[in-house]
């Protein structure tokens, strides 16, 4: 497994199911693979309560070898909702697993969503492009429009001005209302709490992400759950502040840096005719 995803994703390995649901609360998971030849019947529940609570994050059995019990545990894992099998008898498998895993990268609310807001701006500048590529491909631990702003290569103040300047929502519109889309996708698993989403999108506290939520949809936070999903939530950022503004962010440039040569040579007096400096010879 480490072979394979190398290049492509990370494997973490777990000798027990708790271990795996503390990961599937605490981190990004992609997917879950879980061995045939190591189930055991009494996982059973584990898996099944994995399966219920992370619904999004699809379980995989990866078959290795055959052994006596092989059926079985196969028909257990079916059975507590495991509905994907990857046969790695075959070489032919594991680019079936390496496939299956990518594509499940690819169908992220981040993946999404930087492709539908590129497909709503196209012909837009490449900077006006990165600028909302980042708000989904940065961490989690990103809250502030100055951190988005130094991780562009820009200065704050000169980044929140241009937005003034076109027209255009705030930035720290743009940021809110990105991290609400991923805070509705993780939601979608009951497995959640509203205070593990909370604290996973580094908000102060959960009544800190309640506050957020009320401010920006006017609707608390456990309505906030029951109303939108990821794509939901996408799709209101698109409604509000994508399309309805779609000529001026085609147009826009907010991330373009001045060269840091032009700007040491503004900030440097310049007190009199430049003097070049002695020059010095060495002898053997």
């Known amino acids: 497994?480490?072979?394979?995803?190398?290049?492509?994703y990370t494997t973490v390995h777990h000798e027990s199911f708790d271990d795996i649901l503390?990961?599937?609360r605490t981190q990004p998971v992609s997917a879950i693979l879980v061995s045939v030849s190591r189930y055991q019947q009494h996982h059973g529940a584990q898996v099944a309560r994995m399966v219920r609570e992370f619904p999004r994050v699809p379980a995989v059995a990866l078959l290795t070898g055959n052994e006596a019990r092989t059926t079985q545990s196969l028909l257990a894992l079916g059975k507590q909702g495991v509905q994907t099998l990857v046969d790695a008898r075959d070489p032919a498998g594991w680019r079936d697993l390496r496939q299956f895993v990518n594509r499940e990268v690819s169908t992220t609310i981040e993946s999404v969503a930087i492709r539908r807001i590129r497909a709503d701006l196209t012909?837009?500048?490449?900077?006006?492009?990165r600028f909302f590529d980042e708000l989904f491909l940065a961490p989690m631990s990103l809250t502030t429009v100055r951190q988005l702003a130094r991780r562009l290569g820009v200065v704050?103040?000169?980044?929140?001005?241009?937005?003034?300047?076109?027209?255009?929502?705030a930035p720290k519109?743009?940021?809110a209302t990105a991290r609400l889309v991923r805070a509705a996708r993780l939601l979608e698993n009951p497995g959640y709490s509203l205070t593990q989403v909370a604290f996973l999108l580094e908000y102060s506290s959960p009544q800190s992400f309640s506050r957020h939520v009320t401010h920006s949809l006017q609707c608390g936070a456990a309505e906030f759950r029951k109303t939108y999903s990821g794509?939901?939530?996408?799709?209101?950022?698109?409604q509000r502040l994508i399309l309805p503004y779609q000529q001026q962010l085609i147009?826009?440039?907010p991330v373009?840096?001045?060269p840091p040569w032009i700007s040491r040579l503004a900030l440097v007096p310049v007190p009199g005719p430049v003097i070049a400096p002695p020059r010095v010879t060495a002898s053997a």
Request: aromatic letters at 12%; glycine letters at 8%; hydrophobic letters at 45%.
């Open 256 to 258: 373009e840096v001045t």
């Open 156 to 169: 704050p103040t000169t980044f929140m001005s241009r937005f003034f300047r076109a027209g255009i929502p």
């Open 22 to 24: 503390r990961d599937l």
């Open 123 to 129: 012909g837009a500048n490449d900077d006006c492009l």
């Open 251 to 253: 147009a826009f440039v």
């Open 1 to 8: 497994m480490d072979a394979l995803g190398k290049g492509s």
């Open 231 to 238: 794509e939901a939530m996408l799709e209101y950022l698109r």
């Open 173 to 175: 519109k743009y940021l």
